[in-house]
């Protein structure tokens, strides 16, 4: 059975760096053409991609937030972690994880993690 | 940036046939993904590559692709169809995933 399960801060001050991590199980990351990826959604809003990792480390990020964000991944621990400094009010939202096993559709998602930045 | 657009909601009885249409410019030379999003859930795949469904999701969610509209149909709709719908593709002249505006679709 395939878990993702994001996990941090529900909040951080504005300029503050934000990391979040995402513990999966039921699938390994060393797997080829597996990926991991985080998503945030604002109240109300679409879906916005943030960054992509896959199994060979190589790393995809949403050009418009490339400056502010970095993922990583710890295989032996089965986590990804997502990092996105210089936090404003409205980076507020729901940061999602999920897996897509072809670097195309995203078959499983976490719960959501809900993120207000606040001082 | 490559824009997938969406109605903002959709409005169908039960036991009727709801309609979601996704517009990009050559979407049909993509593969097109859908995902149902309940309030305070997750995104749940229910039809990957324009017209596969995932184990589990029933028959009545069907895709199709062609041109510039994607369009995810949902025959004899139930009132647990009740839920916001987004299209995704990837966009590979920026290595970006792009998620459609979405739609509400509300069983009357």
């Known amino acids: 059975q395939v878990t993702l399960r994001e996990s941090g801060p529900a909040l951080v001050k504005p300029t503050q760096t934000l990391t979040l991590t995402c513990t999966f199980s039921g699938f390994s990351l060393t797997t080829r053409g597996m990926c991991v990826s985080w998503f945030r959604q604002s109240p109300g809003e679409a879906l916005e991609w943030l960054a992509l990792i896959d199994w060979d480390d190589v790393k995809y990020y949403n050009t418009s937030l490339k400056t502010r964000l970095t993922i990583s991944k710890d295989t032996s621990e089965n986590q990804v972690v997502l990092t996105m400094s210089n936090m404003d009010p409205a980076d507020k939202g729901t940061f999602f994880c999920?897996?897509?096993?072809?670097?195309?559709?995203?078959?499983?998602w976490g719960q959501g993690t809900l993120v207000i930045v606040s001082s | 940036s490559y824009v997938l657009t969406q109605p903002p909601s959709v409005s169908v009885a039960p036991g009727q046939t709801a309609r979601i249409s996704c517009g990009g410019n050559?979407?049909?030379?993509?593969?097109v993904h859908w995902y149902q999003q309940k309030p305070g859930q997750a995104p749940v795949l229910v039809v990957y590559?324009?017209?596969d469904r995932p184990s589990g999701i029933p028959e009545r969610f069907s895709g199709s692709n062609s041109g510039n509209t994607a369009t995810l149909t949902i025959s004899r709709v139930e009132a647990g169809d009740e839920a916001g719908y987004h299209c995704?593709?990837?966009?590979?002249?920026?290595?970006?995933?792009?998620f459609g505006t979405g739609t509400q679709v509300t069983v009357l």
């Open positions: 590559d324009n017209t």
């Open positions: 999920a897996r897509t096993p072809d670097g195309d559709r995203f078959d499983h």
């Open positions: 050559d979407i049909g030379s993509k593969n």
């Open positions: 995704q593709v990837w966009d590979n002249s920026i290595a970006h995933y792009v």
